[in-house]
């Protein structure tokens, strides 16, 4: 991987604080619902946000390490 340069790392923290507020969202409303197919939704998009943050996380990660 390219090294990043400091915007770029500034752009991904701002998206991981994105996926760390929608994963919190989805993971309340999953609690808050007493629908199971609603909750069901929402555990697959908190998973899903999930996936994202660890996917930038290993960006911001692998960049640490080339530096």
């Known amino acids: ?37 609603v909750k069901n939704l929402c555990e697959n998009l908190r998973d899903m946000h999930q996936r994202h943050l660890d996917i930038l ?3 911001i990660n692998e960049a640490a390490a080339l530096q």
């Not at 340069?5 to 989805?26: A, C, H, P, S, Y």
């Open 1 to 37: 991987m390219a090294r990043l340069t400091t915007k770029e790392v500034g752009l991904i923290e701002d998206n991981m604080r994105q996926e760390q507020l929608m994963i919190q969202k989805f993971n309340f409303y999953a609690a808050q619902t007493t629908d199971p197919n």
């Open 57 to 59: 996380m290993r960006h």
